[in-house]
Structure formats: structure tokens, C-alpha cells
């Protein structure tokens, strides 16, 4: 999708869906979040975050109800227009998540420098922090840097019991 230029299209679809999934669960007495996989693309462009807060508006969501994930390759494009999109979004409260944080492109400025709100600690490393010390203290010193930020953290491939009670 992104090859051939159909990505916003399909993240405008999904966006659609799950923000409209979101107030059906609602009208169901279910209350949950949405995260969606934000495209570089959509980054962009100075009208997204008018056009998102508006799509929250008309389905009666809260924008604190939605996370936009993006990878820091994304974040790294055009720091300064990124960064200009990124806090329209956070003004508009929606939330943030600096996405498969910790494979190789790795900076740790983006996490002060772009305005988000989670850390999203790659799988390669959460799979790794019931077998390795060394993976359970890079997770332990990136949870502490993150919580000092003010952000909250997520670590995917965090699949047992043991792996969630070895950090």
C-alpha cells in the first residue's frame, strides 16, 4: 500500500472502522481504546489531525480514546514538520505511541524532541527478557527513562507469565 500510493486510503479506512467500532462497543455497554499504525504519509499533511478530531467528534469519542502509532523511521523523515503534526495531535488530546522502538533505528532524542505520549518496546527484545539479563536490564533502563518522561509503555512480545514477571 505504500508502494503504490494507497496507504492513506487504507489508513483513512481503518481509521473509519475502528473509530466506528469503537461507538457501536460503547452503545454496547463495552468501553475500549483503539491503537492504529499511523503511515508516514499521513504525517504530512497539516489538515490530519483537524480531520481525525472531527471523525471523533461525529461518532462521540473522546480523542484520548485512540493512539496513533508511529515508528521512529516515520518520526525521522521530516523532524519538523513531524514534529508540528504530532503536537496538533496532542494538543487534540489523542495519543501517541513512538512504535517498534529498539530495532536499530533507535534514537533516544526522539523521545523528547516529538510529543509522544507511549513507548512501544519492540517484540524482538520483549521475546528476549525471559532468556536474556541483558535484555531484562536495556527493558528495565528504557521503562525507567520512559515513566521519568511521563510516557506509559508497552513491550509486545510479552507472551508468558514468566516473561512478564522476569523484569
Not at 37 to 52: A, G, K, M, T, W
Not at 71 to 80: S, V
Not at 98 to 123: H, N
Request: charged share 25%.
Amino acid at each position: 500500500a505504500e508502494e503504490t500510493g494507497l496507504i492513506a486510503a487504507l489508513t483513512d479506512f481503518v481509521l473509519q472502522e475502528g473509530i466506528g467500532q469503537i461507538a457501536d462497543w460503547d452503545r454496547q455497554g463495552v468501553s475500549l481504546n483503539l491503537a492504529v499504525n499511523l503511515s508516514p504519509r499521513l504525517v504530512r499533511e497539516l489538515d490530519f489531525p483537524d480531520r481525525l478530531a472531527t471523525l471523533m467528534r461525529e461518532h462521540g469519542l473522546e480523542p484520548s480514546r485512540l493512539t496513533l502509532e508511529l515508528t521512529e523511521t516515520a518520526a525521522l523523515e521530516d523532524p519538523a514538520r513531524t514534529r508540528d503534526i504530532l503536537t496538533r495531535l496532542r494538543v487534540k488530546e489523542f495519543g501517541l505511541s513512538l512504535d517498534d522502538f529498539g530495532t536499530g533505528y533507535s534514537s533516544l532524542t526522539q523521545l523528547y524532541r516529538m510529543p509522544f505520549s507511549e513507548l512501544k518496546i519492540d517484540k524482538s527484545l520483549g521475546m528476549e527478557l525471559q532468556h536474556s539479563r541483558e535484555a531484562r536490564t536495556i527493558a528495565r533502563g528504557l521503562i525507567d527513562l520512559a515513566h521519568n518522561l511521563g510516557l506509559t509503555v508497552c513491550t509486545e512480545g510479552v507472551e508468558t507469565s514468566p516473561a512478564l514477571h522476569s523484569y
